[in-house]
């Protein structure tokens, strides 16, 4: 029954004999209580106070993860905290997430550049480099501004019709170029789209009345005599004149009655007196 020859002794092997220590001075982040995975932050928030229990536990791959006095629950992929620029369409990979590696994941962008750890800073993706437009070569694709990285923002535009476009895909074009009618209908001209289905730019044809034809494009002057085909009718009892054929303006010819020159009729056979003496060509 010795008196006072007890021991106190501290967490950390700090002793006092006969009376209690002190004061232990106790880091209780120094035997590693949140894991050996080197995936959490350990922080003893004051330990000259000695206060046991107190020690917390943080997520490196996301420090809004945290427990007190234990290891806290991590995600084992990093990519769960979405580090990634999903703007510019960057995917992340963890390749190995079951070590909880910190910072061995990659974020790729859609033309393939790609950095470790942390988001690209610029993937200047070009959206038009991938045929969004479709592959018939029937439009054209633009995208306005490839230093953005912005994506979804390309217009595809109808190489037939540039009225005709859409953003973010492809536009619905009209596959037979005649719809768009670009003839000179003025000279009378008539469009024909040999196979439409194909939707082939520039093999359509336009064609003049007298049979002048152009491919790809309207006829430049179709030289259009109207009174070759014989309007005023076949009975010779008028004459035709198609005053500007030069012009290629079509229903300007006129028509005059042989037997009296004053009836006359544009666009159209004249009205002509079936009997001859009501011109009176007597002398009375």
């Given amino acids: 029954a010795t008196v006072k020859d007890f021991t106190c002794t501290c967490p950390n092997g700090v002793m006092a004999t006969g009376g209690a220590v002190t004061a232990c001075i106790v880091d209780e982040c120094a035997a590693n209580p949140c894991g050996m995975g080197n995936d959490q932050d350990c922080n003893d928030p004051n330990t ?26 991590c995600s084992k992929n990093e990519c769960d905290a979405n580090p990634c620029d999903s703007t510019q369409g960057q995917v992340c990979n963890d390749p190995d997430p079951t070590p909880a590696t910190v910072k061995d994941f990659t974020c790729t962008c859609p033309n393939g550049v ?23 070569n029937d439009q054209d694709c633009n995208d306005p501004d490839t ?7 390309f217009t595809c535009t109808c190489k037939s019709n540039s009225m ?6 492809p536009a619905t074009c009209s596959k037979n170029e005649c719809d768009a009618n670009p003839c000179d209908s003025t000279q009378g001209q008539v469009c024909n789209d040999p196979d439409p289905t ?25 030289i259009v005599d109207e009174c070759a085909a014989n309007p005023c009718g076949t009975k010779g009892d008028q004459d035709c004149n198609d005053p500007d054929t030069a012009s290629n303006k079509l229903h300007d010819f006129v028509c005059t009655c042989k037997s009296d020159g004053k009836k006359k009729q544009t666009d159209g056979p004249a009205t002509c007196s079936k009997n001859e003496c009501d011109a009176n ?3 009375s």
Wanted: aromatic share 2%.
């Fill in 114 to 136: 790609m950095a470790t750890g942390g988001a690209v800073t610029a993937c200047i993706v070009d959206e038009c480099a991938a045929n969004p437009c479709g592959m018939g």
């Fill in 281 to 283: 060509p007597c002398d």
């Fill in 198 to 222: 194909l939707a082939t730019v520039k093999d359509f044809t336009c064609t003049c009345p007298n049979g002048v034809m152009a491919t790809g494009g309207a006829v430049t002057a179709c």
């Fill in 48 to 73: 000259a106070s000695n206060k046991l229990h107190d020690f917390v536990c943080t997520c490196k791959s996301n420090s809004m993860i945290s427990k007190v006095d234990g290891p806290a629950t």
């Fill in 147 to 153: 230093a953005s990285n912005k994506l979804h923002d």
């Fill in 164 to 169: 005709i476009s859409k953003i973010d895909g």
